[in-house]
């Protein structure tokens, strides 16, 4: 079976563009969720997504956006890029997204760099 | 403030060694805690613990959780080159879907 699957695997953007970042979640997952992961730091809680409906959102501005089809894959949008959003962006599966343990497993991420 | 803290930040041992990762956390709506490994770029699934007391064991890796001390431990046994990586322990909360919520984690380096 295909694991989390993301694209692109690298991108360079510059300040003030805007950025869709894709995630493809593990057959029969339907939760998704989107994390930052500057370096030296562990991931960073962005958005997660069950049945298309956000289910949260960790602290990070407006400009961060995203949302999830019906196929269960999903898109990361940032808009107006700045300097500090330069990071590796992983996306994470799981089989449920409600109240219940769940393991999440990640895709190989996308490095984004912004000059 | 939700809180997860690694320690030690990095280590280094010769192979064969056996090292203990710690995890502490301070977070309102506990629900379980994760390891993860991560070589390059996916970190990669070890173990959730959602109990006090019982141990999790895979191969020369084994993990425990205190929840009234609020910490957990990862041992590494007879470790080896291939086990060099960072290991990040994660706190899932209790809301109204699963937020993980990770430590710096630790930089582990086995030298031959």
């Known amino acids: 079976d295909a694991g989390v699957t993301q694209s692109p695997t690298h991108l360079i953007k510059t300040r003030g563009q805007h950025v869709t970042l894709r995630c493809s979640p593990i057959s029969g997952h339907k939760s998704v969720s989107w994390y930052q992961q500057v370096l030296g730091q562990g991931p960073q809680f962005i958005f997660q997504?069950?049945?298309?409906?956000?289910?949260g959102r960790g602290n990070f501005p407006d400009r961060f956006s995203a949302r999830q089809f019906p196929n269960y894959s999903s898109e990361l949008n940032v808009n107006a890029l700045l300097l500090g959003d330069s990071a590796l962006y992983l996306c994470?599966?799981?089989?449920?997204?409600?109240?219940?343990?769940?393991?999440?497993?990640f895709g190989p991420g996308t490095r984004l760099t912004v000059l | 403030e939700d809180k997860v803290v690694q320690s030690p930040l990095s280590l280094v041992v010769h192979e064969g060694d056996t090292v203990t990762l710690n995890c502490s956390y301070e977070v309102t709506n506990f629900r379980s805690l994760l390891w993860y490994k991560q070589e390059k770029k996916a970190p990669t699934f070890l173990f959730m613990l959602?109990?006090?007391?019982i141990e999790k064991k895979s191969g020369r890796l084994s993990s425990i959780l205190d929840k009234k001390e609020l910490f957990s431990i990862l041992n590494i046994t007879a470790t080896q080159t291939g086990d060099s990586a960072v290991y990040l322990c994660?706190?899932?909360?209790?809301?109204?879907?699963?937020?993980?919520?990770f430590g710096t984690g630790t930089s582990l380096t086995v030298i031959p």
């Open positions: 994660a706190v899932d909360l209790f809301l109204t879907g699963n937020q993980f919520y």
């Open positions: 959602t109990s006090s007391g």
């Open positions: 994470a599966s799981s089989r449920s997204g409600t109240s219940s343990y769940n393991e999440q497993f």
């Open positions: 997504y069950y049945e298309k409906e956000e289910r």
